[in-house]
């Protein structure tokens, strides 16, 4: 396989089998050098395989990859010197501290005591660790676990960063910090890779979007594109009263002729629509039913929106429904 020169990564046709389950099926990738590139999808859709293969750590059934030129099957050791990989999980000592991780990594990656000592500082004060930089990471918050673990993938700071999910079961303020450290890495040069089950995160970050579902890679584009890709607008409507919401889905439902998506936040919902005139008139059809509408935009559709489209169900449910990838592999 030969490897564009513009491209971080590349893959074609990958492959990966677990018994009769086909985790990874005929998964295709072309990762902009520079960029911060999202792998969407839920839990079980192949994103943690993928990754895996890309980084070496499996061995693909089928296709062929490159990372930064180099082979991923014939040129591994090289593969393994340009890049870095922050999984789902800590990977660091919780026994130890903030500070003698970093150094115990630093030393291992070639640097002097000094050296190291002065790398752990300088991440632990970028990443807002240096209150904690003599406390044992098992006494770390959840959103201290994952700073320490990127800056731990960033001692020596590689040319590709693989981030595997990383921020599962985080606070939003957490997220928001974990987001605006990967936005300095792109800017320093590194390119992301970072798988997502979260539509929010790979419209906020990724430069392109790979969509994939049951192994496959189902879509792929910016953000923008894939909006456009849906061919419709989106009616957004929230409501004064949760309560109300089941009377209003039903109302928008039938007004409409569409399936209503129901949102994250208990008062909204959504829905694709082609007609403006059509939505006006739902909307009067709310208020005339008693259901008070606080405020509605009609505009571009959702990420969300996108995913219903793309696989026939929201995202959240295709992340409830889906076997966890952690079984296969």
């Given at each position: 396989?030969?490897?564009?020169?513009?491209?971080?990564?590349?893959?074609?046709?990958?492959?990966?089998?677990?018994?009769?389950?086909?985790?990874?099926?005929?998964?295709?990738?072309?990762?902009?050098?520079?960029?911060v590139?999202g792998?969407?999808?839920?839990?079980?859709?192949?994103?943690?395989?993928?990754v895996?293969?890309?980084?070496t750590l499996?061995?693909?059934?089928?296709?062929?990859?490159?990372v930064?030129?180099?082979?991923?099957?014939?040129?591994?050791?090289?593969?393994?010197?340009?890049v870095?990989?922050?999984?789902?999980?800590?990977?660091?000592?919780?026994?130890?501290?903030g500070?003698?991780?970093?150094?115990l990594?630093?030393?291992?990656?070639?640097?002097?005591r000094?050296?190291?000592?002065r790398r752990a500082?300088?991440?632990?004060?970028?990443?807002?660790?240096?209150?904690?930089?003599d406390?044992q990471?098992?006494?770390?918050?959840?959103?201290?676990?994952?700073r320490?673990d990127?800056a731990a993938?960033?001692?020596?700071?590689p040319?590709v960063l693989?981030?595997?999910?990383?921020?599962?079961?985080l606070?939003?303020?957490?997220?928001n910090?974990?987001?605006?450290?990967?936005?300095?890495?792109?800017?320093?040069?590194?390119?992301?890779?970072?798988?997502?089950?979260?539509?929010?995160?790979?419209?906020?970050?990724?430069?392109?979007?790979?969509v994939?579902?049951?192994?496959?890679v189902?879509?792929e584009g910016?953000?923008?594109?894939?909006?456009?890709?849906?061919?419709?607008?989106?009616?957004h409507?929230?409501?004064?009263?949760?309560v109300?919401?089941?009377d209003?889905?039903?109302?928008?439902?039938?007004?409409?002729?569409?399936?209503?998506?129901?949102?994250?936040?208990?008062v909204?919902l959504?829905?694709?629509v082609?007609?403006?005139?059509l939505?006006?008139?739902?909307?009067?059809?709310?208020?005339?039913?008693?259901?008070e509408?606080a405020?509605f935009?009609?505009?571009?559709?959702?990420?969300?929106?996108v995913f219903l489209?793309l696989?026939?169900?929201?995202?959240?449910?295709?992340?409830e429904?889906?076997?966890?990838e952690?079984?296969?592999?």
């Amino acid at each position: 396989m030969k490897s564009t020169p513009d491209l971080a990564v590349e893959a074609t046709g990958l492959i990966k089998h677990f018994g009769s389950t086909r985790a990874v099926d005929g998964i295709d990738l072309a990762v902009p050098a520079g960029t911060v590139y999202g792998v969407l999808g839920p839990n079980g859709a192949g994103k943690t395989t993928a990754v895996r293969i890309l980084t070496t750590l499996q061995q693909p059934d089928g296709g062929t990859a490159t990372v930064l030129g180099h082979d991923i099957q014939r040129e591994p050791d090289t593969v393994r010197s340009l890049v870095s990989l922050t999984g789902q999980f800590a990977s660091v000592d919780e026994d130890l501290t903030g500070t003698e991780n970093l150094v115990l990594l630093g030393r291992l990656l070639g640097y002097s005591r000094s050296q190291a000592r002065r790398r752990a500082d300088d991440l632990l004060t970028a990443f807002g660790l240096a209150d904690a930089a003599d406390r044992q990471v098992k006494k770390y918050s959840g959103g201290m676990r994952r700073r320490i673990d990127i800056a731990a993938s960033i001692v020596v700071t590689p040319e590709v960063l693989f981030l595997d999910e990383p921020t599962t079961g985080l606070d939003p303020r957490s997220r928001n910090q974990v987001w605006d450290i990967i936005r300095v890495l792109v800017s320093g040069g590194t390119t992301v890779l970072l798988t997502t089950q979260y539509l929010d995160e790979a419209d906020q970050l990724a430069d392109r979007i790979a969509v994939i579902d049951h192994g496959k890679v189902i879509a792929e584009g910016t953000s923008g594109e894939l909006k456009a890709s849906v061919g419709a607008g989106a009616v957004h409507v929230r409501l004064r009263d949760p309560v109300k919401r089941p009377d209003a889905e039903r109302h928008l439902t039938k007004a409409l002729g569409v399936p209503v998506l129901l949102e994250h936040d208990p008062v909204a919902l959504s829905a694709r629509v082609e007609d403006s005139d059509l939505v006006a008139r739902a909307i009067s059809g709310l208020i005339a039913a008693g259901i008070e509408v606080a405020e509605f935009s009609l505009g571009q559709p959702s990420l969300d929106e996108v995913f219903l489209a793309l696989t026939g169900r929201p995202a959240e449910e295709a992340t409830e429904d889906a076997p966890g990838e952690e079984t296969a592999a």
